[in-house]
């Protein structure tokens, strides 16, 4: 990653000052988005069949079906907890810092990216109705073969629910063999896993140069404070919200933990995927001493439904949106931009473009300018690695939470 920034960040100066075409820049950023890719589709290859065989092999192992209930709701609650938690950090900071005071609108319009903007899918009450509908599939098959999460894990559980009690409803011995075809196809999966974390450090690689040598540092320079504001409302619940939550409900080294998930979170800030990156997670968490059966709930459901970051810079962008425009925000309307944020961050999963859209929806609840949006589009990328990797530590605490109150 060091070596991606120094690079990337080289190129882009020297192209800035003329010493190098910039069209080589450009190529050579583009080389490691390449090189990227095909790291990152190594790794979403694996997500679908590396979901569907731990989940089923995660209920089956349970037994009890009352043990699955107590997971899923604990594991919901610390979902919704800590991402309230994000948010209020947000508000706090961009109140604190207030990046969007003072900044002047036509340089922010003529920085804006180009592109459509994303459109509103009718409210965050239509957003979340979809997602109800959505987690049932017409076709599991066709789910999976989308890359549709929701329904995939809805339709596993159902799989691995139905399994368990035909085999100690009726003794069924096909029952029986099927679990152990999940099993087995959970073991291969993971073996996978293993060889593909191999070429973490190319595809890390990869992607750094792309980000550094194709943006550099001059997309920050109008929205400097507002990079700021989010970057520090990040770390600081990723620093102390996430790792007081670890230490106080399961007594673990917060740092020791971070040591453990490492290829997990650096490939997320790389790829800005946690999907993507859910296969490194579920490694690195069972590595920790997570069991098997809590990975193989939680972290596919926390990888779909738990964003803490995502929350968190919705909140922030929103904030700095209506400073810039010049609207004081009452306390009743950052409550309903929380609010709005807390429950577009859970609608989000399945969404295509979900930041942007979602960005919208919030937007729409407080009525600010749906088209604003564009604003915020040229450091997107950037805060996107930054909250991506804050979603996939909360994920993977959540796991050790859970893991320890079973």
């Known amino acids: 990653m060091g070596l991606g920034a120094v690079l990337g960040l080289a190129l882009n100066w020297a192209g ?3 010493m ?3 069209g080589v820049v450009g190529t050579v950023a583009m080389l490691g988005k390449k090189v990227g890719d095909l790291f990152l589709r190594l790794l979403q290859m694996l997500v679908v069949p590396l979901i569907v065989s731990s989940l089923i092999t995660g209920v089956t192992g349970m037994g009890d079906l009352r043990t699955l209930g107590a997971i899923g709701g604990r594991a919901i609650v610390f979902y919704l907890s800590t991402s309230f938690f994000a948010i209020l950090t947000g508000i706090f900071v961009v109140n604190l810092i207030k990046p969007g005071e003072g900044a002047e609108l036509a340089l922010l319009e003529e920085g804006a990216a180009a592109g459509v903007v994303a459109q509103a899918p009718g409210g965050i009450g239509v957003v979340l ?6 987690l049932i599939p017409k076709n599991p ?5 989308e890359g549709d999460m929701l329904p995939v894990i809805f339709f596993s559980l159902l799989i691995g629910v139905f399994i368990g009690i035909a085999e100690h409803r009726q003794g069924s011995a096909d029952a029986s063999v099927v679990r152990r075809f999940f099993s087995g196809l959970f073991d291969v999966m993971m073996e996978m896993t293993l060889f593909v974390v191999r070429f973490a450090p190319i595809g890390v690689f990869g992607f750094t140069l792309y980000a550094a040598a194709g943006k550099g540092p001059a997309a920050f320079q109008v929205l400097g404070w507002y990079v700021l504001s989010v970057f520090v409302a990040l770390v600081i619940h990723a620093t102390i919200t996430l790792p007081g939550i670890l230490r106080l409900f399961t007594g673990r080294s917060p740092i020791a933990y971070m ?3 490492t290829t997990a979170l650096v490939t997320a800030f790389s790829t800005a995927s946690s999907n993507g990156t859910l296969p490194l997670t579920m490694q690195n968490a069972e590595e920790a001493g997570v069991r098997p059966h809590v990975t193989s709930f939680v972290l596919p459901l ?4 738990n964003m803490d970051g995502t929350a968190l810079y919705e909140a922030v962008a929103v904030l700095f949106i209506a400073q810039v425009y010049g609207i004081d925000l009452t306390i009743a309307q950052q409550g309903l931009v929380a609010l709005t944020a807390l429950l577009a961050s859970i609608g989000a999963a399945g969404i295509p ?5 979602m960005m919208v929806v919030v937007l729409n609840a407080v009525g600010l300018p749906t088209s604003a949006v564009a604003l915020i589009l040229a450091v997107d990328r950037i805060l996107d690695m930054c909250r991506t990797t804050v979603n996939v530590w909360s994920d993977s605490i959540a796991a050790a939470v859970v893991d320890a109150k079973e």
Request: net charge negative; glycine share 10%.
């Open 141 to 145: 098959l066709a789910a999976a073969t």
């Open 353 to 357: 473009h979900a930041g942007m859209v």
């Open 129 to 134: 109705w979809e997602q109800l509908e959505s």
């Open 16 to 18: 800035a000052e003329g």
């Open 259 to 261: 040591r453990s998930m």
């Open 20 to 22: 190098v075409d910039s």
């Open 302 to 305: 926390g990888a779909t439904i």
